[in-house]
């Protein structure tokens, strides 16, 4: 019971009233930037557009005016000061908890406005902070502004074909030579790498120390000779991530990040800010697809609106979502509340994947065979190309498995599996395809 | 809005958890098991006086005037431990159809006893088709004499042979109406034998009992509808605390557990149903918490209709779930009789089917959104 609203208590610090401050400043700057997402109660069904995306498999010309838009949208936040919620004031940002940040998120997903993914997912959410929290004076006066007011866009030149979950176990070489290093291997798995100017690598520097203690972080500029980008096309048909080859690309010594053979706790920031979500899924067209309206409207176009099989399908669906959201506003609120963020971001990280690909299995089994072949009747092929998404739902971001390991063992306090790989030279480690 | 605070909810958690510690341990849950009554008075006793009985009772009739979302707490907590109390059959079923009555007469009258623990309530709607229904009652009830007179058969009545009230449906000539039975001639009561042994059941057989009519004449439909939206957040929470009971037992096991030279939970195959489990009682705790807040007129949450439904579909297949994986976790020693884990089990397939089963609770979530 509240009895008291102006003395803080210690159970309510003064950042309860500093949110609610917040919330009024970024729901002026939205209403006066944005125009609110009007809530659907109903689908009219064969209207729009007869797409449904999840990964754009646009052509190239429109996923670059994609990218040039979102450019926009983060250059108006960061000039109304939403363009860094967590970033120290000295490179434009709000110096507020990212709890604040998550708040944002929240309150932005209510409005229509360009979908900034492409700066803010891997750049603005984790190579920024990265930056921030390893680059020496020069490298964050350098980068964080132009980044953050949309003008610099980062990839995460992380991922290797041996190194995915493992990814301590990269092998791409970085050697020193004068000023310089020089860099080759190769990485993958690069999303945005084509729109990107600067990549954030890791690379082996020491191939004689266990797999963590050898390995430096660099920021590669993306247009230097030597990087090689090749679009990998996805199964759904669009070509929106990268393979990037590294061919004695020089990288000056002033822009490695953090100490020599010091890269992993480097990664580890990075990973670490790799942002929790919460509340934000609502929005886009996979979850429209499989909201209670559409796919309402789709039995109805189908007729199977009284069958008892469809129906009691649709109302398993339609539970789990709602209380996926029902989960995700609760921790929204406790946030607002001043409360810290707990697991429940991957608890809905792993139901948004189940609903969406339960969801979507669930419209192809009533748009049936109609699903094989493109003959043009609205609202039937076209879920081919959510469906061939759903795969990728388990597995980016980390997979499905490494999640659970990670809930069994930080939230629930089960032993890890034993290893001596932590405590074996990486030269000596086994890789995929050499002998045991 | 709920009138307590997060903090002040947790104070009753810690003190309803306390005195479930001391008084409802597992030797102490077999005696009541094996008892005649089906559960230990002085633990009814102690949970009234501490108020737990009296919180969704308006502070007029002698309740303290709080809500769905602080009974959740307690029932969580009963939940959690299995306890095997009357309040699920006394403080939701009964004491909520007294409210819905809108009966002025029959709350005054009826509801300070089970507010002060001291009467033990039954409601008897289910016939011997099983089904959870408002009207087309096979039992009947006549005037003659100027009183009524009840006939017919209820069964699947929670805590049916204990209580000192039984809320008997029946029709009339003007429809289905609720009457307040007290013993007497006429009342034949059967213990049957339960699949959830923490939870009596009783078949009731009136052969021209008198009863009081409680509500309107025919007005037990909509008395019975939002008895069934009450009882469904109730028993959400406590199958949410059920559910999280069985995530423990299953991580504290695969902890202590050692095969292979390692505890079983730095298994992954051990591991990943421990996380799966944490997922689906996060998703149930979820589900409860909006149904109760609902439940009690907050605004900002989803509609209560919808969300007591959503909530009894997560949460029936969450606590199954769980208390399946338990189980398992749990190997050969989680299969025997002296384990505590088949009884979550069997709370769990009965909550489940309770109020109809997975059918009718989807039909019943789909009717609330309108289709």
Redesign the interface.
């Known amino acids: 019971?509240?009895t008291d609203v102006t003395i803080p208590s210690p159970?309510h610090p003064a950042g309860a009233s500093d949110m609610d401050a917040f919330i009024a400043r970024a729901t002026r700057f939205l209403e006066a930037s944005a125009t609110r997402r009007a809530v659907e109660h109903a689908v009219e069904w064969g209207a729009g557009p007869d797409r449904i995306t999840y990964f754009g498999d646009d052509s190239h010309e429109v996923a670059a005016a994609k990218v040039e838009q979102a450019r926009a949208w983060q250059k108006t936040r960061y000039e109304a000061g939403f363009g860094w919620i967590t970033g120290p004031p000295e490179f434009g940002g709000l110096g507020l908890t990212p709890v604040h940040d998550l708040v944002y998120d929240g309150l932005e997903a209510q409005y229509d406005v360009p979908d900034t993914a492409v700066l803010s997912l891997i750049g603005l959410g984790m190579i920024g902070p990265t930056i921030l929290a390893h680059g020496t004076e020069e490298t964050r006066a350098h980068f964080l502004p132009r980044m953050y007011a949309g003008e610099v866009i980062a990839c995460q030149l992380f991922s290797e074909p041996s190194a995915g979950s493992d990814l301590a176990n990269v092998s791409t070489r970085a050697v020193r030579d004068g000023d310089d290093w020089v860099l080759n291997g190769q990485k993958v798995w690069t999303s945005v790498a084509q729109h990107a100017h600067v990549g954030l690598a890791l690379c082996r520097t020491n191939p004689d120390q266990p797999k963590h203690k050898g390995i430096t972080a660099f920021l590669v500029d993306m247009s230097a000779p030597g990087v090689e980008i090749r679009p990998l096309r996805q199964m759904s048909g669009g070509d929106e991530f990268n393979e990037v080859f590294l061919t004695d690309v020089r990288v000056p010594d002033a822009r490695r990040l953090g100490d020599v053979d010091g890269g992993w706790r480097v990664a580890l920031t990075t990973l670490m800010n790799e942002r929790a979500s919460v509340g934000s899924e609502g929005a886009g067209p996979a979850a429209r697809a499989i909201s209670?309206p559409f796919l309402?409207a789709l039995l109805k176009a189908n007729g199977r609106?009284d069958d008892p099989v469809a129906?009691?399908r649709?109302?398993?669906l339609?539970?789990?979502q709602?209380?996926?959201e029902?989960?995700n506003r609760?921790a929204l609120?406790r946030l607002r509340e001043g409360g810290q963020p707990g697991?429940?971001a991957s608890?809905s990280k792993?139901?948004y994947a189940q609903n969406i690909t339960r969801g979507t299995h669930f419209a192809a089994e009533v748009v049936g065979p109609r699903l094989l072949a493109d003959t043009g009747q609205w609202g039937t092929f076209s879920w081919n190309e959510l469906l061939l998404s759903t795969p990728a739902l388990r597995i980016l971001g980390g997979t499905e498995?490494i999640?659970?390991?990670i809930?069994?063992?930080r939230?629930?306090?089960?032993?890890?599996?034993?290893s001596t790989d932590a405590t074996t030279p990486y030269r000596d480690l086994r890789t995929s395809g050499s002998q045991a | 809005m709920s009138g307590t605070s997060v903090e002040e909810r947790d104070d009753l958690r810690r003190s309803v958890r306390e005195l479930l510690a001391r008084r409802c341990d597992d030797a102490a849950r077999r005696v009541a098991i094996d008892s005649e009554q089906g559960h230990d008075p002085h633990l009814w006793a102690q949970l009234a006086e501490l108020g737990a009985t009296s919180l969704a009772i308006p502070d007029e009739l002698s309740g303290a005037g709080y809500g769905a979302v602080e009974q959740a707490v307690v029932l969580e907590e009963l939940g959690a431990r299995l306890a095997p109390t009357p309040f699920f059959g006394t403080v939701v079923l009964a004491a909520s159809a007294l409210l819905a009555s809108g009966d002025l007469e029959a709350q005054k009258r009826l509801l300070p006893g089970i507010a002060e623990g001291t009467t033990l309530a039954a409601l008897a709607v289910v016939e011997a088709d099983g089904i959870w229904k408002g009207k087309n009652f096979a039992a009947r009830a006549d005037q003659s004499d100027g009183s009524w007179r009840l006939t017919g058969e209820k069964t699947l009545v929670i805590d049916g042979a204990v209580a000192d009230l039984l809320l008997v449906a029946a029709d009339t000539d003007a429809g289905p109406t609720l009457f307040a039975v007290a013993e007497g001639p006429g009342v034949a009561r059967t213990p049957l034998r339960t699949l959830d042994l923490t939870r009596r059941m009783a078949t009731i057989t009136l052969s021209g009992a008198t009863g009081t009519p409680v509500g309107s004449i025919g007005a037990a439909g909509p008395i019975l509808d939002a008895v069934l939206d009450r009882a469904m957040t109730a028993l959400a929470a406590e199958q949410t605390g059920a559910a999280r009971a069985c995530l423990q037992a299953s991580v504290a096991y695969a902890r202590e557990r050692v095969q292979f030279g390692r505890p079983i939970g730095s298994f992954q195959a051990v591991k990943h149903r421990c996380a799966d489990m944490f997922t689906r009682v996060e998703l149930a705790a979820a589900a409860a918490d909006e149904a109760a807040h609902a439940a009690d007129g907050d605004e900002d949450r989803a509609p209560f209709q919808v969300a007591c439904a959503v909530a009894h579909t997560v949460c029936s297949e969450s606590a199954m779930a769980t208390a399946a994986e338990n189980i398992h976790v749990h190997g050969g020693i989680g299969f025997t009789w002296e384990h505590s884990a088949h009884l979550y089990f069997r709370r769990a397939k009965a909550s489940q089917l309770l109020f109809g089963g997975p059918a009718v609770h989807h039909e019943r979530l789909l009717s609330r959104v309108g289709l």
């Not at chain 1, 939230?411 to 034993?418: R, S, Y």
């Open positions: 019971m509240r159970a209670l309402t609106l129906r009691r649709l109302a398993e339609y539970a789990d709602a209380a996926t029902y989960l609760q609120n697991p429940e608890v792993l139901m498995d999640m659970k390991n809930l069994g063992e939230v629930l306090g089960l032993p890890k599996e034993p």
